[in-house]
């Protein structure tokens, strides 16, 4: 069985849900910080259309995934170096660190105890991957792409200013806190959809591998806090993203609550 989305995000999201300690705001909504609304990012056009290799891959075999994701990591930017540089944005490749078990303690935080796991750290640039079963049995779908596209979403974000912007947001209880959070991380969805747009088609991929991770796609349960999404929400973010291949799709701050709930 496919593992939650909420169970790859959520422990992926090692840049804070919300500033630490935030004082009670007298922000309103919508988002008003244009650093996060009107950013260079939406205004720099579609990704460059380039090609990716995938690198072959087994299943139930770390070493093969390992190798697969470096790869994608390395498709990631190359495309991002690209597109950032072109529109006279900063660019730092990710930096990638593959583990056997995850520590309890990264980066400042306490992680999870999911089997598979990734996790992205804004002070170092560094994405860490742990590769369990649950992502390891059905290597050969798009889902490993996925995990690597939408997390180096969070790395653009740090890059272009806006995880800083979202960090120093102020919230007036944690309903706001959790759907500036969606905002944040619906946006990682769409960034990961417009890079799998801009390598589209993947040499041996069909139209049939892009609906199959569609339906991958899982957001908040009932009963837990709703910090990434329903999963209409994420599909719709991820479609966004992928029907136009340009981050100008991803403005999840400046769209109506409705459509990051």
């Known amino acids: 069985m496919r593992i939650r989305h909420f169970a790859v995000l959520a422990s992926a999201a090692l840049i804070p849900l919300a500033s630490a300690g935030a004082a009670a705001a007298q922000t309103a909504y919508p988002v008003k910080d244009a650093t996060l609304t009107k950013n260079a990012l939406y205004e720099a056009g579609a990704l460059p259309a380039t090609t990716c290799a995938e690198k072959k891959i087994k299943a139930n075999d770390r070493a093969s995934a390992r190798a697969y994701l470096d790869g994608i990591v390395e498709c990631l930017d190359n495309t ?25 303690k990264w980066c400042g935080f306490t992680t999870g105890d999911y089997n598979s796991q990734a996790y992205y750290c804004a002070g170092n640039n560094t994405l860490m991957i742990q590769l369990g079963r649950s992502w390891l049995s059905d290597a050969d779908s798009l889902w490993l792409a996925y995990v690597g596209s939408s997390m180096y979403g969070l790395h653009v974000q740090n890059l272009v200013g806006i995880n800083t912007a979202f960090e120093n947001m102020s919230y007036r209880g944690k309903s706001e806190d959790m759907e500036q959070a969606r905002r944040r991380n619906l946006q990682t969805d769409c960034l990961g959809g417009a890079f799998l747009k801009s390598v ?16 991958f796609m899982q957001g908040d349960s009932k009963g837990e806090g709703r910090w990434y999404g329903k999963t209409s929400s994420i599909k719709a973010w991820l479609r966004a993203g992928y029907a136009t291949g340009d981050p100008g799709s991803c403005n999840t701050w400046a769209a109506p609550s409705a459509k990051v709930a």
């Not at 589209?200 to 139209?207: A, I, Q, V």
């Open 80 to 104: 991002w170096e690209q597109h950032l540089t072109g529109a006279g944005l900063p660019f730092k490749k990710i930096r990638v660190k593959h583990v056997a078990k995850t520590p309890k």
């Open 200 to 215: 589209w088609p993947l040499d041996g991929r069909h139209s049939r591998d892009w609906r199959r991770l569609v339906g």
